[in-house]
């Protein structure tokens, strides 16, 4: 009998010894999962399901089968795993011309064009195929339209006018679409349920208007590198930065409003609280933005933007469930 190999005698306490005497092949793992992360991006992946899950809860609570929403979720990750990387084959060009986005997979060559495709398509198909088993074709159709204007409008607009953050903040609201149609919301509005359908509408509009602010900073802050690899930013057209600043001030004054919206429904103080500090912090810091068109401004504006973000999506899904 042959002795056992050391892989076979290792137990799961031992992998890190295992790692210790194969340090090449834990690092080739390492970059592999770090490959897998940029190419997918789940920060924004995690996002978009809050987003679903938010919209669902909005439009008709807690679920009696949790079962179609898990599959839900896991067709729209799918499909939003596609977008990026379908955005990211067609900008592999300009992200190497950006320090930001040299290293990403398509851009440094690790992975093929043609791999990436087959790998977008592949996770697209899929993600629809559960989507639709899972809660039907209409919230399956939201998702497509979501893929087809980020990647067929958006990322090709990014080359030709600032307006492309105009058709970006559109797509990044349509979860809010996949989450409504998942719960049946046109039924329901159909049978008189005006209050869902009124928080959702208000969702959506809070969710548009508040990717203005955040992308103005992230066009602040990379500003230079929009200008090398030939993006045509509000901060590349407008140096001054005074469009940005102006754009990024006046949703944050409308979103205020729109969160507040978004409380009426429910009837909730605490949901009413919530949406009112988040707007105005946001506000806050899209004013002093607008003023000092800075790093340090923009730098803030850009994490005040992810907090204000998480506390709506986080009161709408605590407080602003039906009453």
């Known amino acids: 009998m042959t002795p056992p190999t050391l892989a076979a005698e290792l137990t799961p306490t031992d992998v890190p010894a295992a790692a210790f005497l194969d340090p090449l092949a834990a690092r080739r793992g390492s970059a592999v999962l770090s490959d897998v ?6 920060r924004i992946a995690v996002m978009v399901l809050v987003t679903v899950v938010a919209a669902a809860w909005l439009t ?4 009696d089968d949790l079962l179609p929403l898990a599959g839900l979720l896991v067709g729209t990750t799918l499909v939003a795993a596609s977008s990026s990387i379908a955005n990211q084959i067609l900008e592999r060009h300009t992200d190497r011309l950006m320090p930001r986005t040299a290293g990403r997979p398509l851009a440094a060559g690790r992975l093929s064009p043609s791999a990436g495709w087959r790998l977008a398509f592949l996770t697209l198909a899929a993600g629809l195929a559960v989507s639709v088993l899972s809660v039907g074709w209409q919230p399956a159709a939201a998702a497509a339209a979501t893929w087809l204007l980020y990647v067929l409008a958006y990322t090709p607009l990014k080359r030709i006018t600032p307006l492309n953050t105009a058709v970006g903040a559109v797509a990044g609201a349509l979860p809010v679409a996949i989450g409504w149609l998942a719960a049946d919301g046109p039924a329901r509005l159909a049978a008189g ?8 509408a208000a969702l959506g ?7 203005f602010p955040h992308f103005m900073a992230i066009a602040w802050l990379y500003r230079s590198d929009y200008a090398a690899a030939g993006a045509r930013m509000l901060t590349v057209v407008d140096p001054s930065g005074l469009r940005a600043g102006g754009q990024a001030l006046a949703a944050a004054l409308a979103m205020l409003p729109a969160g507040l919206v978004l409380a009426v429904p429910s009837g909730s103080i605490r949901m009413f609280l919530a949406a009112a500090v988040a707007g105005s912090v946001y506000l806050l810091a899209s004013i002093r933005f607008a003023i000092r068109r800075d790093d340090e401004s923009a730098r803030c504006l850009l994490l ?7 506390g709506v999506l986080t009161a709408a899904i605590v407080f602003g469930g039906p009453a």
């Open 37 to 42: 992360s940029s190419l997918v991006r789940p």
């Open 60 to 63: 008709a609570g807690r679920p």
């Open 193 to 200: 349920d005006t209050r869902a359908a009124l928080a959702v």
């Open 205 to 211: 509009t809070v969710l548009y208007l508040w990717q």
């Open 304 to 310: 005040v933007s992810l907090g204000s973000l998480l």
